[in-house]
């Protein structure tokens, strides 16, 4: 048996989200710290390598006994789900990149765009001379539509998989009293996830388990 269920829902913005870019050839009076933008659109987006990291690290919090020297040496229960080289595990959940999905709504709330550009100082304690700075931050409000894979196999049992989907869960509450990107400590990056739900898209998978995944989500 072999099936793959889709976990979705919306990443929401609600404190402004920075996830850096390149400013390599920055122009003189560009921002100095550019938020990591699709080339297609020129649309901020959040990396899926960046939600899976920030996850994971949460919950190796929570779930670790010992410091891990590497995300190989994480609890079992979580490198039995995202994966571990060491142990020549494979990922049981596959992250994408998310795009921003609300981009004219934003602009009839009277925005420009989807980014701001945030003027802060950092103040030497030496010298007392001031560094100014501009750091570009995706705007509360902008939505990001998630899109993760499960992969559901004969080696993954139903207690298993309920487990799995109770880390994951986990990992979306922990994320949320925490932060994405940088600068969580000076506010930046809070974010909400909305209208999460489970639906097998490859395979088959009883609807009475995938209901247990729902209530899970949805808890």
């Known amino acids: 048996m072999f099936a793959k269920i889709e976990i979705s829902g919306t990443i929401e913005i609600v404190t402004g989200l920075h996830i850096g870019g390149s400013s390599a ?16 659109t ?17 919950l190796a919090k929570q779930y670790n006994t010992a410091i891990a020297k590497t995300a190989d040496d994480d ?13 020549k595990k ?18 009839r709330a009277g925005l420009t765009g989807a980014t701001e550009v945030k003027f802060e100082n950092s103040i030497s304690r030496m010298t007392a001379v001031a560094n100014p700075r501009q750091i ?4 509360r409000g902008a939505q990001f539509p998630m899109q993760l894979i499960y992969e559901y196999t004969d080696k993954t049992d139903e207690e298993t998989l309920l ?11 922990l994320l949320e009293y925490d932060y994405l990107g940088g600068s969580g400590s000076r506010g930046y990056g809070r974010i909400k996830f909305l209208d999460l739900d489970a639906e097998p898209v490859i395979g088959d998978v009883d609807d009475e388990l995938m209901e ?5 989500l949805e808890g």
């Open 136 to 139: 570009e931050r995706v705007v």
């Open 90 to 107: 494979e990922s049981r959940v596959l992250f994408t990149d998310m795009f921003l999905d609300n981009l004219d709504e934003l602009k």
């Open 42 to 58: 020129n649309q901020p987006m959040i990396p899926g390598s960046s939600l899976k990291g920030k996850m994971r690290a949460l």
């Open 25 to 40: 050839f920055s122009a003189i009076g560009a921002v100095d710290s550019p938020v990591i933008m699709d080339t297609r």
């Open 75 to 87: 609890a079992e229960c979580l490198t039995n789900l995202f994966g571990s080289a060491k142990s």
């Open 212 to 216: 247990k995944c729902r209530t899970i």
């Open 163 to 173: 487990q799995d989907f109770r880390i994951l869960k986990e990992g979306f509450k």
